[in-house]
């Protein structure tokens, strides 16, 4: 099944301590993206990759970073979380005909 | 800078009863458009698409929505709602060309009354 996964689903973590969030992709895509998620604000993008080893960020990326070491994975690393970070978190894949995003389930951050 | 405003962040509607959602777009050129649904605890799910070919998009689950360049609108609707409608809606916007960045509106979350 084509899909995007997303690890773990949901996460309650302490301020400063590092973290990963995984994100893995089955269906040979190109682009790949993070969104955060909050009321009120609809989706706004963390950083996205064109390719393996090209990223960029969006329009939030501040506090995180990511890499794309390899095409299927792309994960997204918080080095010291902070409370502000508490959000629900959305992995996205695309092919090069750019038929629109799919999306992984989503990680639930919490950090106190 | 493209922008995406969705009308409405809550919208009621009867069983049966059409569905409109609004969406408008800001952009210098015809973007790509999108309309999204997130059910609750769930990813996003592409309901549709226009992407410069026709301008009325008929999408999963009996929505569709139209392209109207002359009003920046790409409203999403739906004849007769079913309880099974009841989730979050988002619009996006993509300008041609412009990489993967995909521009989400604030969301409008559809409630379905029996």
Redesign the interface.
Known sequence: EAQ?TQNPRYLITVTGKKLTVTCSQNMNHE???W?RQDP??????IY?S?NVEVT?K?DVPEGYKVSRKEKRNFPLILESPSPNQTSLY?C?S?GPS?????????TRLTVV | AQSVTQLGSHVSVSEGALVLLRCNYSSSVPPYLFWYVQYPNQGLQLLLKYTSAATLVKGINGFEAEFKKSETSFHLTKPSAHMSDAAEYFCASRTPGGGNKLTFGTGTQLKVEL
């Open positions: 995007v682009y790949m993206s969104y009120g604000l609809g989706l706004r993008q996205y064109m960029d969006g959305f996205a695309s750019w038929d629109g995003y799919t999306f992984g389930s989503g």
